[in-house]
């Protein structure tokens, strides 16, 4: 239970300020260089005071395109994103946001506008009780009910969220908190929250297990999650694969954490993963996991799980230490650190050579496949094109679906912070507005913005941002007239009952673009996209381009629901 921080009066000042004032000027001090935010009236005081802000304001055109954009700005840059929203609808439509930047381990600041104090609770024009909706998907939530309590409940927010398991906080601020003067001096504060102590160093005692576990394993591997990018601990995890020459298998979150070029690099496991990963984590004898959350997802069925192989797990959050898999070697700690120590141990690397060849015939006789002559433009083949044409240096960012698996499939990723998609809860609607946030956060890239037509549906109006601010996001929508996973779905597991996942009537996504003044393409064929994508992907122009691929094509290998990770369909032709 958190608690909150006494405070530390280093420094008085005496002045009229309005609540808005000393908000504006906690943001000053915690650097925020970005807003996502859409204006009302329980937040006008702050907009009034940012009227005349340095720092950048974006306007969504619907708050959940904010906050989505906040996610994939923080996912990039690694800094807290900031949103504001206003009270009632405002507030409930960042709820999606905020329960996936929870379920990956985002770190947001939230500012919701509230009703004046003397009404909350009396069901009051735009009044939802923000709090109360937030608190199981928040890594913490406030509202303030004191001017003077800003600066630190604001100091304490970036603090809570980007530290630790990072997380979204929620600040709930009462329409007359933020327009009140006050004539109190203001105090200097210091984060003391003596609830909120995470654990950053692994325990020595537990180092030296795993280091001993490793001398003595023939067919270790270990099992890369998004906490190695939280931790940026791609380095480090690279050394030490190297130094005890253990394979690497990624999670789709994890993607990019090692190098995918490395010949210690396995692949993605998991549900959509390759044979060699899902076989390696069947058949090892130790699982080294790091900073990955054991998702239904990832494991298949759990009685299949892992059956030969004692379990380490090194994580920032104790709290899914062992809540899916059982673990011998439990190490609570930072990545970055752990990796650190175990470095440092330098133990003696297993004997395991026939294990690494084991992994090898593998990749070499079940790789990734898809019929290349076919005649249709496949999904896989625009994949495999936008990743040779970018030299593997863009930023891709997904929508949820079928080319969220073909991305992370296909596109092989060297370096980190490259990948942004919504992992935990699945979220359409979310790959657009979170590529506008991707490249604010890193003007110079390629951004890839990689949809299907159903969700880039859901999130369209953003289009407006990347034309006013002249984004050159590059939306790639591959189209195949339907919900395709749910389609694929309906194929295996429904006989072919394509209950509403076919999408018949659709936009011209090349006109909406041009309503939008932003230029668009319709593509049929491999030529096609070859000469569309030689000219635009090395522009500084935001552009649209509608891939009508296959709409037959299915993601393989799948694991069917209850089946386990060595029981993939569709491995080979």
């Known amino acids: 239970m958190l608690q909150e921080a006494a405070l530390t009066e280093t420094k008085t000042e005496t002045y009229p300020v309005t609540g808005a004032d000393l908000l504006l000027k906690a943001l000053e001090k915690e650097n925020v260089e970005v807003i996502f935010g859409y204006p009302g009236g ?26 989505h954009a906040a996610e994939g700005y923080a996912r990039i840059s690694g800094k807290p994103g900031v949103v504001i929203a206003t009270s009632g609808p405002g507030a409930t439509n960042i709820v ?91 105090k200097e504060t ?10 950053l160093k692994p325990n020595y005692l537990q180092i030296r297990k795993l280091t001993e576990a490793v001398s003595r394993s023939k067919k270790p591997v270990i099992l890369a999650g998004a906490g190695v990018l939280h931790g940026r601990a791609s380095k480090e995890l690279k050394d030490y694969a190297e130094q005890q020459q253990i394979p690497v298998i990624h999670t789709l979150l994890g993607l990019g954490g090692f190098p995918a070029s490395h010949p210690l690099f396995i692949g993605m496991a998991g549900m959509h993963g390759c044979y060699a990963a899902n076989m390696g984590l069947t058949e090892c004898d130790l699982l080294i996991n790091i900073g990955a959350r054991f998702d239904d997802r990832l494991t298949g069925n759990l009685q299949h799980f892992a059956p030969h192989a004692t379990v ?6 104790p709290a899914e230490i062992g809540k899916n898999v059982p673990t011998s070697i439990p190490i609570v700690a930072d990545a970055k650190e752990a ?21 090898l015939r593998w990749q070499e006789e079940y790789p990734y496949y898809y019929d290349k002559e076919s005649g249709r433009l496949k999904p896989q083949q625009v994949m495999e094109m936008l990743h040779s044409k970018t030299e593997g240096n863009a930023i891709v960012v997904t929508d949820v679906g079928q080319h969220q698996m073909w991305a992370a499939q296909y596109y092989r990723f060297n370096k980190a ?83 509403h996942s076919k999408i018949p009537v659709q936009p011209s996504f090349v006109k909406l673009a041009e309503a939008y003044g932003i230029k668009g393409y319709v593509i049929h064929s491999k030529a096609e996209a070859e000469e569309v994508l030689d000219e635009v992907l090395h522009n500084r122009e935001p552009v649209l381009i509608d891939f009508r691929v296959d709409p037959d094509e299915n993601v393989y290998p799948m694991i069917a629901p209850g089946k386990g990770l060595h029981e993939m369909a569709g491995v080979k032709p």
């Open 190 to 199: 210091e984060v003391n929250l003596p609830g909120y102590q995470p654990t």
């Open 96 to 186: 999606t946001g905020l329960a996936d930047a929870m379920m990956d381990s985002l770190p947001l600041i939230v500012f919701t506008g509230q009703v004046a104090t003397g009404v909350i609770g009396s069901d009051a024009f735009q009044e939802a009780d923000i709090l109360g909706i937030t608190t199981p998907i928040t890594k913490y939530n406030y509202q303030v009910r004191s001017i003077e309590d800003i600066p630190r409940i604001v100091k304490e927010a970036f603090y809570i969220a980007s530290t630790g398991r990072p997380g979204p906080v929620l600040i709930d601020i009462p329409k007359d908190i933020a327009a009140g003067v006050s004539n109190q001096p203001e």
């Open 312 to 317: 380490a797990h090194i994580d920032i959050d």
């Open 417 to 499: 912070d490259r990948w942004v998609t919504s992992g935990g809860l699945g979220t359409m609607g979310f790959g657009f507005p979170a590529s506008i946030g991707a490249q604010l956060a890193d003007p110079e890239a390629c951004v890839l913005a990689i949809c299907g037509d159903g969700g880039f549906q859901m999130s369209t109006q953003e289009l407006a941002i990347i034309q006013e601010m002249n984004l050159p996001v590059k939306i790639i929508i591959f189209n195949n007239m339907a919900l395709g996973m749910v389609r694929q779905w309906q194929e295996i597991f429904y006989e072919s009952r394509f209950s």
């Open 339 to 359: 990796l650190e120590q175990l470095i440092l141990q330098d133990g003696k690397p297993p004997a395991h050579k026939e294990w690494l060849e084991t992994i």
């Open 42 to 67: 329980a937040v006008l005081p702050l907009y009034d005071k940012l009227y005349h802000s340095k720092i950048l304001h974006v306007l969504p055109r619907h708050e959940q395109g904010g906050i």
